[in-house]
């Protein structure tokens, strides 16, 4: 088993920074893909951004590239996601995912073993 914690949320004015972090503990080196998702209020859970365990393989949806940026720190057992330039639309509940598996459809929900608790992240505007 895997435990993912996310922390880093926080109510941020429009056009600010935040830095998410999720801390994978357990069989953690099993691990070879993980990501981020959000879920606004009365929306479904959506990809927001993947990346490899060695830092590869970066991919990010059309909502958010240009402004967010993944990356992960495999041997401590972290991933990270810079959000700069932040909108109200970015209001959502942050939730780290990880996958076993290699080869995965990066946003779908599916694809996914293990997830977190989530992390609340409010854009005033």
């Known amino acids: 088993q895997v435990q993912l914690v996310e922390s880093g949320g926080g109510l941020v004015q429009e056009g600010g920074s935040l830095r998410l972090s999720c801390e994978a503990s357990?069989?953690?080196?099993?691990?070879?893909?993980m990501a981020w998702f959000r879920q606004a209020p009365g929306k479904d859970r959506e990809f927001v951004s993947g990346i490899r365990k060695t830092g590869t393989g970066r991919y990010y949806s059309d909502s958010v590239k240009g402004r967010f940026t993944t990356s992960i720190d495999y041997a401590r057992g972290m991933l990270y996601l810079q959000m700069a330039n932040l909108i109200p639309e970015d209001t959502a509940v942050y939730y780290c995912a990880a996958s076993p598996r290699y080869a995965v459809s990066w946003s779908s929900r599916g694809a996914y073993d293990y997830w977190g608790q989530g992390t609340q992240v409010t854009v005033s505007s």
């Open positions: 357990g069989q953690s080196s099993t691990i070879e893909v």
